[in-house]
Structure formats: structure tokens, C-alpha cells
């Protein structure tokens, strides 16, 4: 009896187009552009913004049975290398991408994930100690990246001692063929992927008279990681500048750069700024790990009746929204969020940022800066002529962005925004000084969101203790209910902080009929507060409370951000 004919593979422009992620438009699109830049179809279709990296791999995973990864822009990692001999990965065409200690995963990227007698080597070099896991790459990526990174001192300790037996050749450090032979490069890069891993916010070099000081910023904290000898911090500069694309022979002026990098397999944006100061450039980079950085609305950690209000302020056809809170308080996070619960097909969102920090499928999104010649008030004036459903402005900081925002809004659009001030309530004295009349400012607020980040106790070490009378006096218990709050403690899962991770606290603030005429009678911050309040305005502390009682913050770290004392008075 004759087999059966084998089936034709399929081909991922087809997949793609049967799941429903591409039109034949963009296939035909994005095959002019693979003829063109002579890159595989997958790659051309997330350059073209096509589809999501999440998408596309799950098709391939489809497709053949397995994930794919991008080896393109890597940074090593020490340890996962030490676990793979170069001549195992060289002969089976494998490269060790990163290894998660807590999950004792070993990503792995291999030209044929389905090479058994590979499969059978590794398994027994990790004699059952970590467990592999196995991604698809192009052998054309795996075999250069095994070049660059093996033979090389990667772990930072290892790099210092390189550096210091040594000397620095400040000009090799210009010259991109250089790559890894040269300990300064590496270090950058191994700094670089130690702040994001241990998931820091941002990266400080500070120079001081006799050594650089360097510091992470992890769940809002800055926290000393290293401190180096001044030598080495010219190289170090020149280095972060050369990355960051920045003029490398200035050094008495501000620069502002970007540095793009894969890091254990996700894409990785550091916005850097260097600023000189009396002991030398000070650099200072903000981490835009994508991943970490785009969150379904549901995943904002509000309560069920936040988010239902949240979703009744979003359902309004026009109108501004502002989401209020100091810098870094998670008020990009919430606008991303917002725009990917409205981000369809049926609206135009177009978005002025300063820089742009997440690129998003379908948006329109625009950088202002100084090169660009254009402030948001001119950005709003000219992206009104591009027909826009949703528009978002990175910041409403004079009276010509907000009288521009607020002329949108009246015209029949969604404008989200964000606003330095303290709490919601108070946006609208803030809006007021702006310049926005309050006839102007009542009927096109459609709602205020304030908040702020606050550390999450460490799920491992926590301990259980009863309340304190100022506690109590907070969170007001019933009568003869049973109370039970959490301290920090520190283990080496945290770094012996008690806290590991963030989340937000919020208050929404819906505009309604009432609270508009208020704002016309030019009605006190006190009036407008006990209006809100009768509507069932829950204030940042409160909802700041609800987090303590759950068990997952303390009194102290809600205190650190917001002011409780109103509470207690």
C-alpha cells in the first residue's frame, strides 16, 4: 500500500493570513521588502510593524513545531556560556542565550531545535542540574555570536581584573570591528544586562573626585551597585557615548542618546543623557524594557469597581483625560495601557511623545524634539489635520499645549495626557493657572486618574504582625475583626530589601455634571473634594489601605508616597 503524498509546508505568508494577522496588502508589502533587503519574510513583516514579535512567534511556533529568537544585537550572558563548551555549540550550530537562576532555565537558541544527538549532549552536560530550553535561530546568527562571545572574560568582576592589569586604548573604542576583544566593551554591555535582569528602572554613573559611583534604581530605590576607580571612567564614557550615539568630542554639554540591545532574548531601549559636572559627565540611563512596559489594562492592579469606572471614563466619544503623578509614578505605563485597549482597527490613534518610549502596532506615533524643530502645541495643530480619533500628548507643561489639548477634546476627540501634580483632585486649580478657563475646563474633562508606584513586600520572606495604634487609627478596622498586617524582612531573593517589585495606587477622579458646575462657580478644592466624595471618590491613600490589608505593602511604604496625615486628622 502506497503512502499517502507528504503535504506541502506551509508557508508563514499563508499562516499569517489564515490567523487573521496580515492582509494580503501587507504580505505583497512585505515581500517587495524582503526582495529588496534580502531578510527572511518574518523579519521584513515586524520591521513593517505588521505584526507583534508575540504574534509571529507563535506562528512559527506553529509553523515548525518550535519558538523562534533573534540573536541580533545580544548581549552574553557569563554564565549561561560557561555551561556549553565552544566546540559542542560550534558543532551542533547552538548558542547558550541566558540562564534564569530562579527558574534554573538555560534559553538556548539552535539552528534545529530537532537535532536529537545536540539534545542528547546538552541534557547530559546539565546532568538534570538546569533544564534546557530550546529556541529556533538562523545558523548565520548563531555562528558570529559564537565567535564574538566565547574566549572572552564576561562577568564584570573578571572584566575589572582585565582592566586592571592592562592599559586602556580609548581609540579602539571607536572602531566597531574591535567588538569584544577590547574588556571596556564588554563591561558596558555586561553592566548593562546585570541592571535590567535585576530589573532596575535606571543606571547612574556618578563620578566622584577619586572613583565613579554606580547606581541602579530598582522598584524606585536607588541602590549602590559599584564603586570603580575614576581611571576608567573616560573609557567608560566614550563607550556609553559611541552606543548611545552621542558626539563623543563634547564634553562640556548635556547629549541626550538611545541604545538598543537584546537581552536574554527581548529587545531592550536605555534612553541615556549625559550632563557634565564638577568631577566629570555624569550618565544616567532610563531602562525601556518592552516587555515589562506594556500591560493590559486589567493587569494595572485596579479593584473590580476602578476598573469598571476607569472603562465607563474610556467609553465617552470625546473629551480630555489626564493621568496625574511626580516622575516616574507609572503614568506612561497607564497611558500604554489605555491606548492598547482602545488600539483597533476602526480608530486613528496618533501620539505626540517626547521621545517616544514603546513602539506600537498601528499608532501613529511622533518623537518631539529640538532636531524636529516642533513643540506639542504645534504637534497637536498639525496631527488635527490628520484626521485622528485618539490623540495622545506626552504632557500638558504650558498654556499653549493645554489650550491646544483642550481644543481637540472640544472638537469631538479622545486626548489622553499627563500633568505634574500631587493628587487629582488638585488638577484643576493646576489647569486653571494654566490658562484654561473653567467654563472651558467644565464639559471637556471626561475624568483625572492620580497615582503612584509603591514597593510590594517580598512574597518569601514576609512575616505577619498585628497593627500598631497609629496602624489601627489608618486602617480602621471593624469592631472585633481580626487584623493581621505584614513586615519586610530580606532574603536573597529580594537582595535582602524586603520588598521586591511595584505596583500602583490610584484615584480616579469622573467628571459629572455637578463637579462641572462647581468648576464654573470657581468653587473651593474643599467643596469640589466633598463633592466627589458624596459620589464615591476613593483618595490614593484609601486605595493605598485596601493594598496594606491585603497584605501585599505596609503603612510605612504607602506613607513614603503619599500623605497620610489627612487620614488620621
Not at 541580533?72 to 554564565?79: E, F, L, N, R
Not at 512575616?463 to 495604634?469: G, R
Amino acid at each position: 500500500m502506497n503512502a499517502p503524498p507528504a503535504k506541502p509546508p506551509v508557508r508563514l505568508g499563508d499562516l499569517l493570513i489564515e490567523r487573521g494577522l496580515i492582509t494580503q496588502d501587507q504580505l505583497r508589502i512585505a515581500l517587495q521588502q524582503q526582495k529588496a533587503s534580502g531578510k527572511q519574510l518574518g523579519e521584513a513583516l515586524l520591521e513593517l510593524g505588521f505584526v507583534t514579535e508575540d504574534a509571529m512567534r507563535a506562528a512559527l511556533a506553529d509553523k515548525l513545531g518550535e519558538e523562534a529568537i533573534s540573536l541580533k544585537g545580544i548581549v552574553a550572558d557569563s554564565k549561561a556560556i560557561a555551561l556549553i563548551p565552544k566546540a559542542l555549540a560550534k558543532r551542533h550550530t547552538v548558542f547558550p542565550v541566558s540562564l534564569d537562576t530562579f527558574r534554573n532555565e538555560l534559553l538556548i537558541a539552535s539552528a534545529d531545535p530537532n537535532d536529537i544527538v545536540a539534545a542528547d549532549q546538552v541534557h547530559a552536560l546539565l546532568a538534570g542540574k538546569v533544564r534546557p530550553i530550546w529556541r529556533l535561530a538562523s545558523a548565520s546568527e548563531i555562528l558570529p555570536a559564537i565567535e564574538q562571545f566565547y574566549g572572552h572574560e564576561l562577568s564584570i568582576d573578571g572584566i575589572l581584573q582585565e582592566l586592571e592589569t592592562g592599559t586602556i586604548d580609548i581609540a579602539s573604542l571607536t572602531q566597531a570591528t574591535e567588538g569584544y576583544s577590547h574588556p571596556v566593551v564588554r563591561l558596558m554591555d555586561s553592566l548593562l544586562a546585570d541592571a535590567t535582569l535585576r530589573g532596575a528602572s535606571d543606571i547612574h554613573f556618578e563620578p566622584e573626585a577619586q572613583f565613579l559611583r554606580i547606581r541602579y534604581r530598582i522598584d524606585g530605590v536607588l541602590r549602590q551597585v559599584r564603586a570603580l576607580h575614576l581611571r576608567y571612567w573616560s573609557a567608560m564614557v566614550v563607550r556609553l557615548k559611541v552606543m548611545a550615539g552621542m558626539n563623543i568630542a563634547e564634553t562640556r554639554a548635556p547629549q541626550d542618546g538611545r541604545i538598543s540591545l537584546s537581552i536574554s532574548g527581548r529587545e531592550v531601549d536605555f534612553r541615556s543623557a549625559v550632563q557634565p559636572t564638577i568631577h566629570g559627565e555624569n550618565f544616567v540611563l532610563r531602562i525601556l524594557d518592552r516587555k515589562r512596559g506594556i500591560v493590559p489594562i486589567d493587569g494595572l492592579g485596579l479593584s473590580e469597581h476602578q476598573l469598571g469606572l476607569l472603562q465607563l471614563m474610556l467609553a465617552r466619544p470625546e473629551g480630555i483625560m489626564l493621568v496625574t503623578g511626580p516622575t516616574g509614578s507609572g503614568k506612561t505605563t497607564t497611558l500604554y495601557s489605555i491606548l492598547g485597549h482602545l488600539n483597533q482597527e476602526g480608530v486613528n490613534i496618533m501620539t505626540l511623545e517626547d521621545p517616544v518610549e514603546y513602539p506600537m502596532p498601528i499608532i501613529r506615533q511622533t518623537s518631539i524634539s529640538e532636531a524636529v524643530k516642533m513643540d506639542f502645541a504645534e504637534g497637536i495643530r498639525s496631527m488635527m489635520r490628520q484626521d485622528p480619533d485618539i490623540i495622545l500628548v506626552g504632557e500638558v507643561r504650558d498654556h499653549d499645549t493645554a489650550e491646544m489639548a483642550f481644543r481637540a477634546a472640544m472638537t469631538g476627540h479622545q486626548v489622553f495626557s499627563t500633568l505634574h501634580t500631587n493628587s487629582a483632585i488638585r488638577s484643576i486649580p493646576r489647569l486653571i493657572d494654566l490658562g484654561i478657563k473653567p467654563d472651558v475646563l467644565a464639559g471637556n474633562v471626561i475624568g483625572i486618574v492620580g497615582q503612584r508606584l509603591v514597593r510590594t513586600l517580598c512574597p518569601h520572606c514576609k512575616k505577619a504582625d498585628v497593627a500598631n495604634a497609629i496602624e489601627l487609627q489608618l486602617l480602621q478596622p471593624a469592631p472585633g475583626e481580626e487584623l493581621t498586617l505584614y513586615r519586610p524582612v530580606g532574603c536573597p531573593i529580594c537582595e535582602f530589601q524586603g520588598y521586591k517589585g511595584r505596583m500602583t495606587i490610584v484615584e480616579l477622579l469622573k467628571f459629572d455634571g455637578g463637579l462641572d458646575e462647581l468648576i464654573t462657580q470657581h468653587a473651593s478644592l474643599r467643596v469640589l473634594s466633598d463633592h466627589a466624595r458624596e459620589r464615591g471618590f476613593i483618595s490614593m491613600a484609601e486605595d493605598g489601605m485596601r493594598r496594606v490589608r491585603e497584605g501585599v505593602t505596609t503603612v510605612d511604604e504607602v506613607s513614603r508616597v503619599v500623605d497620610l496625615t489627612e487620614m488620621v486628622g
